[in-house]
């Protein structure tokens, strides 16, 4: 069974950064393409970045275009996003999500995506 578990949240200042895991398990492949999703309380959920695992194509959305940066680890079967310069509006709860399928995906859209972690809360002061 395809599990994600993310690691990495916290509270920090604006201006701050914070690395966030994602790690995959029940499938070792690097057929997969894994999403990061935030939301805020009362927001809806949204796409933040993503990643095709196997192809390497990167995908931001432009409110942290510049500022995220995803990689990846096969080795340990984990996704990263690094997130620099922090904006109190980057607070939200963090899910990362998975597919196996890599083909025409609508990488900023959650329908996609079969698999999701639980969450890990992000909160920037400023």
């Known amino acids: 069974q395809v599990q994600l578990v993310e690691y990495g949240g916290g509270s920090v200042q604006a201006g701050g950064s914070l690395r966030l895991s994602c790690a995959i398990s029940?499938?070792?492949?690097?057929?997969?393409?894994i999403g990061w999703f935030r939301q805020a309380p009362g927001k809806e959920r949204e796409a933040v970045a993503a990643?095709?695992?196997?192809?390497?194509?990167?995908y931001y959305d432009v409110s942290v275009l510049g500022r995220f940066t995803l990689s990846q680890d096969n080795a340990k079967n984990t996704v990263y996003l690094e997130m620099n310069n922090l904006k109190p509006e980057d607070s939200a709860m963090y899910y990362c999500?998975?597919?196996?399928?890599?083909?025409?995906?609508?990488?900023?859209?959650?329908?996609?995506?079969?698999?999701w972690g639980q969450g890990t809360q992000v909160t920037v002061s400023s």
């Open positions: 999500a998975g597919t196996l399928r890599t083909d025409n995906i609508v990488w900023d859209h959650p329908t996609p995506y079969t698999y």
């Open positions: 029940g499938y070792t492949y690097t057929r997969r393409f």
């Open positions: 990643i095709n695992v196997a192809g390497g194509q990167m």
